[in-house]
């Protein structure tokens, strides 16, 4: 009997299917499956269902003969250290669908310390899972197994090298600065450096002596020194002019910063990079009467290059982390994953890390306040902003981790005209989380938690009200979806009716015509022409910023502003004018030109 996957899943509701592999079994254990019982268990744990035939993509019910026989003949057999080095909780459940016996198995993920999880004695003989397959893990795999395993982390050991010789004055002079200022730290003024890292735990005592760690050399080692324990850039930063779309391997970014260097400097160099691209508001605080100048999207970005530098996976030579910012979106990408599951890194409480001192350190210069990880911060930041929720990918298999910040707002004025159009009453978290459940069709519990902030509790009366409305429908617990009828009618919304040109019209205009606030000030000011000299000051700005020269080149590439020397484009003379099209959005936009 031939069987849709669809039904499959919808018959076997009671499981929630994060990875699932199906065997036939219909007169004994196949082989195979204990290489998947081992893909299962060094990844994040999954399901194995025993009764059904898989043909490409056709999945055929034929049922199993002798139930207590393989479920017994299975059991056994992975409990017996030959041939599972790791005693794993299985959980196994029997249904029966149209009068066929099936056995489903779920395989857990196994612990940090107990993997990798191998067949037949032999270590090689390590699967991981890769899609819907069973991949055999490479050496350089197992080797990160092997690393990621260890009760004495990487970044604790002791390494014999002459602490006098291996630092960076300066860059341990900047870090005690942070320190003393940070309230509630225990002060160290009279120490001097090396003593003072040895309070904090970067140096240990050995039978040679106290020693240098790998997370002080990490932290404030000089080049050499650095790069004799890692070989590699610790980041690669590249900004491309461009949405991710658009994006091939090996395209030309419009700057890039390579930081080769201790996670001090690189985390200044990083954060340097940020404020070239980052969009900074023309605002006046009220109290001090002094410009605001600190991006809104900072506490986000800060928060999440933080999170690269102390999670990282050091001991991987041959992958280096890298940020690419889009015009659309910024990805953080990192080796190593996170030793966690996902909603288990937003929730509340503490956190097993890779690199606990390196945690620590920064912990005390007041970044990473939550245990480790600043994840909390960047989702409260990314809400704020209206921004639909970043993205993480926690890939166990691969061993990377995966931040995705996209600029796109969640209740954008198409979502706003159709929540209009239905007729509902929505509170603002309300209304968010619809709209998250229309872009993504399947949403979950953790999904409105982001979304809101809200506690479990709060998140589950946001969907129970939702559902009252007939906007969601609960497909299992803590899993929703669009109501039929609500899928159907955003399916088939086209917005405004098509005797309302004009206003389709403008907003497209509006949406392609989206300015930063620096854009739209240089704008303003240059009713009558500028020269770069004269917008600068008008901006408050001290000298030409990343930040400025951005908000220019994006100007005259949009052919608003224009060049009063276009053929000298260096004259000491230049300065910067409005073209016909600048006036006509100036005038669309209604704009006070008044300095």
């Known amino acids: 009997m031939t069987i849709s996957q669809e039904k499959l899943l919808s018959l076997l509701r009671a499981h929630e299917w994060n990875d699932i592999e199906f065997k036939e079994a219909k007169k004994g254990v196949p082989r195979d499956s204990y290489e998947s019982v081992s893909a299962f268990a060094n990844t994040k744990g999954g399901h194995l269902v025993f009764g059904i035939q898989k043909k490409e993509t056709q999945f055929n019910l034929v049922g199993i003969q002798e139930v207590d026989q393989i479920q017994n003949d299975f059991l056994t057999t992975v409990r017996q250290k030959d041939k599972i080095n790791v005693e794993l ?14 056995l489903v198995f779920y395989i857990p993920e196994a612990a940090r310390k107990d993997k990798p999880v191998f067949l037949n ?21 197992l080797m990160r197994f092997v ?51 040895f309070q904090l735990g970067l140096l240990r005592d050995t039978k040679k002596g106290r020693k240098p760690t790998i997370a002080s050399i990490l932290l404030f080692g000089t080049d050499g020194y650095l790069r004799d324990i890692l070989p590699r850039p610790v980041i690669d930063c590249q900004r491309y002019g461009f949405k991710s779309d658009a994006y091939a391997s090996g395209e030309r970014w419009l700057d890039r910063t390579l930081c080769d260097y201790n996670l001090i400097q690189s985390l200044r160099s990083v954060l340097e990079w940020y404020w070239k691209f980052a969009e900074i508001p023309f605002e006046v605080d009220p109290k001090t009467m002094q410009r605001k100048d600190t991006p809104p999207d900072y506490i986000a970005f800060r928060e999440a290059i933080i999170n690269m530098l102390i999670h990282q996976d050091y001991t991987d030579h041959s992958r280096k982390a890298e940020i690419l910012h889009f015009t659309d979106l910024t990805k953080f990408w990192n080796p190593g994953d996170a030793f966690t599951d996902v909603d288990d890194l937003l929730a509340p409480g ?16 007041g970044f990473s306040e939550n245990a480790g990880w600043g994840l909390q911060d960047v989702f409260k930041n990314w809400r704020e902003l209206g921004n639909i929720p970043p993205q993480i990918i926690n ?17 954008s004025t198409d979502q706003l005209e159709f929540q209009t159009s239905v007729g509902v009453h929505l509170s603002k978290d309300e209304a968010a989380v619809f709209a998250f459940a229309c872009k993504q069709k399947e949403i979950t519990l953790q999904d409105i938690r982001n979304i809101s902030g ?27 979806s669009l109501s039929s009828a609500m899928d159907e009618r955003f399916k088939n919304y086209d917005g405004p009716a098509l005797d309302n040109k004009g206003a389709h019209d403008e907003a497209h205009d509006e949406a392609h015509d989206h300015l930063t606030e620096t854009e739209l000030q240089i704008l303003k000011f240059s009713i009558a022409p500028k020269s770069t000299q004269e917008l600068l000051k008008l901006l408050g700005y001290r000298s030409r910023t990343g930040n400025y020269k951005a908000a220019l080149y994006n100007l005259l590439s949009k052919n608003y502003i224009e060049m009063t020397i276009p053929e000298r484009p260096r004259s000491k003379n230049q300065k910067y004018r409005l073209t016909q099209t600048g006036k006509h959005l100036i005038e669309k936009r209604n704009i006070d030109t008044q300095i």
């Open 454 to 480: 809200k506690s479990f509790n709060d998140s589950q009366k946001i969907a129970d009200k939702l559902i009252t409305q007939v906007l969601l429908s609960e497909t299992t617990p803590g899993r929703f």
């Open 147 to 197: 690393n990621d395993a260890s009760i004495d982390r990487f970044d604790g050991q002791p390494l014999d090298l002459d602490p006098s010789k291996c630092f960076d004055a300066k860059d341990i002079d900047w870090y005690r600065k942070q320190y003393e200022k940070k309230e509630g730290n225990r002060s160290y003024e009279e120490a001097d450096s090396l003593e003072f890292l």
């Open 350 to 365: 503490a956190k097993e890390v890779r690199n606990p001192r390196i945690v620590t350190a920064f912990r005390r210069i």
């Open 89 to 102: 909780n299985i959980k196994e459940s029997l249904h029966t669908i149209d009068g066929q016996d099936i």
């Open 395 to 411: 890939n166990k298999a691969a061993k990377t981790f995966e931040l995705i910040l996209q600029k796109e707002l969640l209740l």
């Open 121 to 141: 004695n032999t270590p090689n003989r390590a699967f991981i899972r890769k899609g819907a397959c069973d991949v055999k893990c490479t050496p350089a795999e």
